[in-house]
C-alpha cells in the first residue's frame, strides 16, 4: 500500500512508494514518457510516466490530462539532484479525478487585468503561491515573537462608531438605527486593553477608503498592533526593530525554497538586524531638498520621497518627529519642542517606504482633553478612550505593521496587490 504523501514533506518518503493527491500544473510528453508536474497545496513536483512501466490506459490517461486537471498518483519517491527541490515521482499508477476543459490561464503571458480578473485561478500559480506562503510565514512569525516576549492578543472590533486615523479615508456603513465604520487601525481599543493587560496586540484587516491608486495601497488591508503599558518611544522602536528582524530571520530559515521560486536575492534580508538607523523627519527633509524634491518642513511625504530616503538605508529607516500638525491627535508632543511628536514611521530598504506606523501616546488627562477639542473629537464617540486618562494613565506606546507592504519589501515584489489573496484596490471589489 502506497502510503498518502504531502510534495512539501516528500523527503521524508525517500525510495518508498507513495501516494499524492493534486492538481496537474505542466505536462511535457515525448512519444513514451509523460512528465507530469504536479502541485498539491504544499509544493511541486515532477512525476514521470513511462509507457510500459504503468498500465497501458494510466499511461493514456496521463496522456490525456489538460493543465489544472485534478488526479492521485502513485509511484516511487527518487532522490535527484537535477530535480527542483531534490526529488522526483516514478509513477506507477495514474488515477484521473477530474479532466479540466479549458483552463484560462495557459503558460503565456497574461495582462494584469486579466490575471486579477481571474484571481481565484490565479492563486495557483507557482509565484503566488510562493508569495503567499510568504505572507503565512511573516504572519507567524510576527505573533510567534509577540507571545514569546509576553504579549497578549487581545482583538479590536471592526464595526466601529467613529474614527482613529481621521475621517477622510472612512468607509461608512449601517449599523441598523446608526452609521458605523469599518476600522482603520484597532490601536483606540488596543490602548484600552494595555490598561488591562500590559503588552497586547491586535490583528485583523483594516480599512481605508483611499482614493489612492499606487503599488502600495490596498483598501482593506491586515493590521498587527502592538500596544504597551509603562513604555515609551525608544522602547517601542527598539520593539520593532527586534520583531522586523525576527520576521525576516524566520522567513529566511523557513521559506528559501520560496524565496528561490521568486527570485529574491536574499543578501540583501541576512544584514537585516538589530539596531535599525534612525533619521528626523528635519533630517529627511533636508536628505529630500537636497535631492531636488520640491518639499518644505510640514510637509508630507509622498511615495517618492518615502522611496527616495529608503533607498539610502540597506536595513529598514526609522523617520522620527514628524510635525505634530501632520499626524494624529493622540500622538505626544516632543518636551520642549511641541511642534514635533514622539513618533516614527518605520521605512523599508530598497525603496519599499513605510512599512510601520508608531508613537508615544499622551497620556496627560489635560492635554488629551485639549486636543480631542481641537480635533473636533466629541465626548460621545472618545468619552471611553478619554477614561483611560482618567482611570490610572500611563505612559504606553505602539505601533500598527502593515501586514502586506512587509510581505511586498520581503519579498522583493513590484506591487502589493500581490500580497493578500484577494486584493481589494481602488475601483477592484472582485472576485
Ligand atoms: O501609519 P498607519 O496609518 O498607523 C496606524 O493606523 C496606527 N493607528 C497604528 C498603531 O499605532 N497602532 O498604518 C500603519 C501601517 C503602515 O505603516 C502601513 O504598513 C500599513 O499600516 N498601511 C497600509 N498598507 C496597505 N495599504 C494601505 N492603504 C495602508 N495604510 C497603512
Ligand atoms: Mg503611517
Same mark, same amino acid.
Given at each position: &500500500?502506497?502510503?498518502?504523501?504531502?510534495?512539501?514533506?516528500?523527503?521524508? @518518503?525517500?525510495?518508498?512508494?507513495?501516494?499524492?493527491?493534486?492538481?496537474?500544473?505542466?505536462?511535457?510528453?515525448?512519444?513514451?514518457?509523460?512528465?507530469?508536474?504536479?502541485?498539491?497545496?504544499?509544493?511541486?513536483?515532477?512525476?514521470?510516466?513511462?509507457?510500459?512501466?504503468?498500465?497501458?490506459?494510466?499511461?493514456?490517461? !496521463?496522456?490525456?490530462?489538460?493543465?489544472?486537471?485534478?488526479?492521485?498518483?502513485?509511484? /516511487?519517491? #527518487? %532522490?535527484?539532484?537535477?530535480?527542483?527541490?531534490?526529488?522526483?515521482?516514478?509513477?506507477?499508477?495514474?488515477?484521473?479525478?477530474?479532466?479540466?476543459?479549458?483552463?484560462?490561464?495557459?503558460?503565456?503571458?497574461?495582462?494584469?487585468?486579466? $490575471?486579477?480578473?481571474?484571481?481565484?485561478?490565479?492563486?495557483?500559480?507557482?509565484?503566488?503561491?510562493?508569495?503567499?506562503?510568504?505572507?503565512?510565514?511573516?504572519?507567524?512569525? !510576527?505573533?510567534?515573537?509577540?507571545?514569546?516576549?509576553?504579549?497578549?492578543?487581545?482583538?479590536?472590533?471592526?464595526?466601529?462608531?467613529?474614527?482613529?486615523?481621521?475621517?477622510?479615508?472612512?468607509?461608512?456603513?449601517?449599523?441598523?438605527?446608526?452609521? %458605523?465604520?469599518?476600522?482603520?487601525?484597532?490601536?483606540?481599543?488596543?490602548?484600552?486593553?494595555? &490598561?488591562?493587560?500590559?503588552?497586547?496586540?491586535?490583528?485583523?484587516?483594516?480599512?481605508?477608503?483611499?482614493?489612492?491608486?499606487?503599488?502600495?495601497?490596498?483598501?482593506?488591508?491586515?493590521?498587527?498592533?502592538?500596544?504597551?503599558?509603562?513604555?515609551?518611544?525608544?522602547?517601542?522602536?527598539?520593539?520593532?526593530?527586534?520583531?522586523?528582524?525576527?520576521?525576516?530571520?524566520?522567513?529566511?530559515?523557513?521559506?528559501? !525554497?520560496?524565496?528561490?521560486?521568486?527570485?529574491?536575492?536574499?543578501?540583501?534580508?541576512?544584514?537585516?538586524?538589530?539596531?535599525?538607523?534612525?533619521?528626523?523627519?528635519?533630517?529627511?527633509?533636508? /536628505?529630500?531638498?537636497?535631492?531636488?524634491?520640491?518639499?518644505?518642513?510640514?510637509?508630507?511625504?509622498? %511615495?517618492?520621497?518615502?522611496? $527616495?530616503?529608503?533607498? #539610502?538605508?540597506? #536595513?529598514?529607516?526609522?523617520?522620527?518627529?514628524?510635525?505634530?500638525?501632520?499626524?494624529?491627535?493622540?500622538?505626544?508632543?516632543? =518636551?520642549?519642542?511641541?511642534?514635533?511628536?514622539?513618533?516614527?514611521?518605520?521605512?523599508?530598504?530598497?525603496?519599499?517606504?513605510?512599512?510601520?506606523?508608531?508613537?508615544?501616546?499622551?497620556?496627560?488627562? !489635560?492635554?488629551?482633553?485639549?486636543?480631542?477639542?481641537?480635533?473636533?473629537?466629541?465626548?460621545?464617540?472618545?468619552?471611553?478612550?478619554?477614561?483611560?486618562?482618567?482611570?490610572?494613565?500611563?505612559? @504606553?506606546?505602539?505601533?500598527?505593521?502593515?501586514?502586506?507592504?512587509?510581505?511586498?519589501?520581503?519579498?522583493?515584489?513590484?506591487?502589493?496587490?500581490? &500580497?493578500?489573496?484577494? =486584493?481589494?484596490?481602488?475601483?477592484?471589489?472582485?472576485?
Amino acid at each position: &500500500m502506497a502510503a498518502l504523501a504531502l510534495i512539501g514533506k516528500i523527503g521524508e @518518503h525517500d525510495g518508498k512508494e507513495v501516494e499524492l493527491r493534486g492538481w496537474l500544473y505542466n505536462k511535457r510528453s515525448s512519444g513514451r514518457i509523460h512528465f507530469l508536474e504536479l502541485r498539491d497545496g504544499t509544493g511541486f513536483i515532477q512525476c514521470v510516466v513511462v509507457k510500459g512501466e504503468v498500465p497501458d490506459e494510466d499511461f493514456e490517461a !496521463a496522456g490525456k490530462l489538460t493543465q489544472e486537471s485534478s488526479l492521485r498518483l502513485t509511484g /516511487i519517491v #527518487r %532522490a535527484d539532484a537535477r530535480a527542483k527541490g531534490g526529488y522526483e515521482i516514478t509513477v506507477k499508477s495514474v488515477m484521473p479525478f477530474q479532466v479540466a476543459q479549458d483552463y484560462p490561464i495557459t503558460p503565456k503571458e497574461h495582462g494584469i487585468d486579466f $490575471l486579477m480578473d481571474n484571481r481565484h485561478l490565479w492563486i495557483r500559480h507557482k509565484r503566488q503561491h510562493a508569495l503567499l506562503s510568504i505572507r503565512h510565514e511573516v504572519i507567524a512569525a !510576527a505573533q510567534q515573537y509577540l507571545n514569546d516576549n509576553g504579549f497578549l492578543r487581545v482583538d479590536a472590533p471592526i464595526l466601529t462608531p467613529a474614527a482613529c486615523e481621521g475621517t477622510t479615508t472612512l468607509f461608512e456603513t449601517e449599523y441598523f438605527e446608526e452609521k %458605523a465604520y469599518l476600522s482603520q487601525s484597532g490601536q483606540l481599543y488596543n490602548e484600552a486593553d494595555a &490598561m488591562a493587560f500590559g503588552k497586547v496586540y491586535c490583528f485583523g484587516p483594516t480599512f481605508r477608503a483611499e482614493k489612492s491608486k499606487t503599488r502600495r495601497h490596498l483598501i482593506e488591508f491586515w493590521m498587527l498592533e502592538p500596544e504597551m503599558a509603562w513604555c515609551d518611544q525608544e522602547e517601542n522602536q527598539r520593539v520593532q526593530e527586534e520583531l522586523v528582524s525576527y520576521i525576516v530571520a524566520k522567513v529566511l530559515e523557513k521559506r528559501r !525554497a520560496e524565496l528561490a521560486v521568486i527570485e529574491r536575492d536574499v543578501t540583501k534580508l541576512e544584514d537585516i538586524k538589530p539596531p535599525f538607523p534612525r533619521l528626523s523627519y528635519d533630517d529627511a527633509i533636508d /536628505i529630500l531638498k537636497g535631492a531636488g524634491r520640491d518639499i518644505s518642513w510640514g510637509d508630507d511625504f509622498g %511615495a517618492p520621497d518615502e522611496t $527616495l530616503i529608503s533607498e #539610502r538605508f540597506t #536595513r529598514p529607516v526609522f523617520v522620527t518627529n514628524y510635525p505634530t500638525s501632520m499626524k494624529a491627535f493622540y500622538m505626544q508632543p516632543e =518636551p520642549g519642542r511641541p511642534e514635533v511628536v514622539k513618533c516614527a514611521d518605520m521605512l523599508a530598504p530598497e525603496g519599499y517606504g513605510e512599512i510601520i506606523g508608531g508613537s508615544e501616546r499622551i497620556w496627560d488627562p !489635560a492635554l488629551m482633553e485639549e486636543r480631542m477639542r481641537q480635533h473636533n473629537l466629541s465626548e460621545e464617540a472618545y468619552g471611553w478612550y478619554m477614561q483611560l486618562r482618567k482611570f490610572g494613565t500611563v505612559p @504606553h506606546s505602539g505601533f500598527g505593521i502593515g501586514i502586506e507592504r512587509t510581505v511586498a519589501w520581503i519579498t522583493g515584489s513590484e506591487h502589493i496587490r500581490e &500580497m493578500i489573496p484577494f =486584493p481589494r484596490l481602488l475601483y477592484r471589489l472582485r472576485p
